[in-house]
């Protein structure tokens, strides 16, 4: 089936270690995101990439880091300077991103701090 | 960027119509209106979306006023599997960005 795999399910670091979520897709889209999602919330903006080794800042980027060397996957650290890390973690892609196309999300990576 | 508003919550007795409003104001000619719906501890499923036109698909209808000041979507028959939180975001044309809300938590009654 096609889709997006977002790996592990469930998460727990300890403070102070950095942690890298994965996210890999076979829909061919060239657009993929990172969402942030807490407690009752919507979703908010950590990066995204229109294009392979190309990514750009969303609105909440400090304390993240991407990398995008293949089409199909886009991988999200979650460095030490991150300061609430705790959260709900949603990958996305979409087609190009001059479309109406709509985004198709992961099910997402619940990272917990000990 | 337009905002969306829409109401906290909503109740629904199963097998009966859902329609769930959205004001979006301040939207502008090249903005789409796009539904998505959250299952608690899973990702947003994409349900419709629309420009100025009426839509429909197998899911809802999406009903978009003429002066696109606000738009309703359509559950025509709600089962219980379709409580969730319902997200109404607009998404300006040839952007990457989603802005969401906090959306309607949709209970549908047995």
């Known amino acids: 089936d096609g889709g997006i795999t977002q790996s592990p399910k469930y998460l727990f670091r300890k403070e102070g270690q950095n942690v890298t979520l994965s996210c890999e897709q076979n829909?061919?889209?060239?657009?993929m995101y990172w969402y942030r999602q807490d407690p009752g919330q919507g979703l908010r903006l950590i990066y995204y990439?229109?294009?392979?080794?190309?990514?750009q800042k969303g609105d909440i980027a400090e304390g993240y880091s991407v990398s995008r060397e293949k089409k199909e996957s886009f991988p999200l650290t979650v460095t030490s300077a991150q300061k609430n890390p705790t959260a709900f973690y949603l990958c996305?892609?979409?087609?190009?991103?001059?479309?109406?196309?709509?985004?198709?999300f992961g099910d997402g990576t619940r990272l917990s701090i000990l | 960027d337009a905002k969306t508003t829409q109401p906290p919550s909503m109740d629904c007795a199963e097998g009966r119509a859902a329609n769930l409003p959205c004001n979006h104001s301040?939207?502008?000619?090249?903005?789409?209106v796009y539904w998505y719906r959250q299952i608690h501890s899973q990702g947003p499923q994409y349900i419709i979306h629309?420009?100025?036109n009426n839509e429909t698909n197998e899911m809802a209808s999406l009903i978009i006023t003429e002066d696109r000041k606000s738009s309703t979507l359509i559950l025509p028959h709600a089962t219980l599997r379709d409580t969730a939180v319902y997200y109404c975001?607009?998404?300006?044309?040839?952007?990457?960005?989603?802005?969401f809300g906090t959306g309607t938590r949709l209970k549908v009654l047995a």
């Open positions: 996305a892609s979409s087609g190009t991103d001059y479309s109406n196309q709509p985004q198709h």
């Open positions: 829909l061919n889209h060239d657009a």
């Open positions: 990439s229109q294009i392979v080794n190309d990514f």
């Open positions: 301040t939207i502008s000619g090249n903005e789409y």
């Open positions: 629309g420009l100025k």
């Open positions: 975001i607009v998404r300006r044309r040839r952007t990457y960005k989603y802005i």
